[in-house]
Nanobody, 122 residues
């Protein structure tokens, strides 16, 4: 089971980035997926989640209306489109897989990828 996140980088405030997370070694479509983020000294924070089929999505209040999570089960990939980025969005972003849908606690997720760094300059 592997998850590989990519797409991070440096962007100015107000800009956009799209993160991708490719899965391999398991049946991707059987897992709900989530994105989390973490900054130094803080706990990992839930950002967005999506159901197995992609038909249901939910977001943290801090990103609602700016970020969109999606998935392509044919490509075993989940995405996070981030628009109107703010300096406070700066963090390492992680994707994760969960057998159940709807969790926001990081402890609920079964598999994690290595993160990708997003830096938003003011």
């Amino acid at each position: 089971v592997q998850l590989q996140a990519s797409g991070g980088g440096l962007v100015q405030a107000g800009g956009s980035l799209r993160l991708s997370c490719a899965a391999s070694g398991w049946i991707f479509s059987r897992y709900a997926m989530g994105w989390f983020r973490q900054t130094p000294g803080k706990e990992r924070e839930f950002v967005a989640g999506i159901s197995w089929s992609g038909g249901s999505r939910y977001y943290a209040d801090s990103v609602k209306g700016r970020f969109t999570i999606s998935r392509d089960n044919a490509k075993n990939t989940v995405y996070l489109q981030m628009n109107s980025l703010k300096p406070e969005d700066t963090a390492i972003y992680y994707c994760a897989a969960d057998e159940t849908y709807g969790a926001t606690a990081s402890t609920s997720y079964d598999y994690w990828g290595k993160g990708t760094l997003v830096t938003v300059s003011s």
